[in-house]
């Protein structure tokens, strides 16, 4: 009676020590859900759309591709493992998704700020009188002079940079501006349209100038066409008043918002 009641006992305790290790092999061998894997490469790759826009419909595919993992490793629990590789792919990619465009909205919108000051600049230098140095905002960047008192210099006749200078006091715009001086009110219109070349940002902007007139006040708008440029070796960006447009109509007032194909 001792005897078999001994050997219930040791046959309860190899029992018990064969399921757990049935357990412990059960637990080694689950497999890994390789849409989890996938969605958390897609995630990583997702933040790339930080970098450029065109790849933020990355971070689309990983939202998807995650959710879709999370749900199948739920469905199928506890078989399947790599829910926590699931919830940092769908971190990721939430990240990602959120952050691309506002980092895109935010530079546009910095691009803008910046051009609109390079205008404002431009149009001060020729109110100012200072025609010189108005040109001199059109030049290359890479050529162009300091904007300090010895700039004459290079506008003596028969420099290099004289007969450029004479064109561009050429534009009509450029020859209305000097003519009505300080008497003018410049003043930001509109931001018309903004794209991107190669490695170049250009916006065009409209900005309206009033002035006094024997019947009352009169205004017309002249476009900048401003480009932005990195200088490769210093890494710097430049801005350039690539060209200027007289006598334009907003898009606000009927235009096509782009600029004149002169």
Not at 41 to 53: C, F
Not at 124 to 146: E, F
Not at 149 to 168: C, H, T, V
Not at 207 to 231: I, M
Request: hydrophobic share 45%; proline share 5%.
């Amino acid at each position: 009676m001792h005897s078999d009641s001994g050997f219930e006992v040791h046959r309860e305790v190899y029992q018990s020590r064969l399921n757990l290790a049935e357990d412990a092999d059960t637990a080694q061998y689950r497999a890994v859900s390789g849409l989890a894997i996938l969605g958390l490469l897609a995630g990583l790759l997702s933040l790339l759309a930080l970098v450029t826009p065109l790849l933020w419909a990355m971070a689309i595919v990983a939202l998807f591709v995650n959710v879709a993992a999370l749900r199948r490793i739920r469905a199928n629990a506890p078989a399947l493992l790599g829910r926590k590789a699931a919830l940092a792919g769908l971190a990721l990619s939430v990240v990602a998704f959120c952050a691309a465009p506002a980092d895109w909205l935010v530079y546009r919108g910095l691009l803008r700020r910046e051009a609109r000051q390079v205008g404002v600049e431009w149009f001060d230098c020729l109110r100012a009188n200072q025609p010189h140095k108005a040109h001199q905002l059109g030049v290359s960047p890479t050529s162009r002079d300091p904007l300090d008192d010895k700039l004459w210099q290079s506008y003596r006749p028969g420099g290099e940079g004289r007969a450029m200078f004479e064109q561009f006091l050429l534009a009509p715009e450029v020859r209305a501006l000097l003519a009505l001086g300080d008497k003018a009110t410049v003043r930001y219109y509109d931001t018309e349209s903004q794209w991107t070349e190669g490695n170049n940002d250009r916006v065009y902007e409209t900005f309206a100038v009033t002035f006094p007139d024997s019947d009352g006040l009169k205004t017309f708008f002249v476009g900048l066409l401003l480009e932005r440029t990195v200088h490769v070796p210093t890494a710097h960006a430049y801005w350039q008043v690539n060209r200027t447009f007289g006598g334009v109509r907003p898009k606000a007032l009927g235009g096509d918002g782009n600029p004149p194909k002169t």
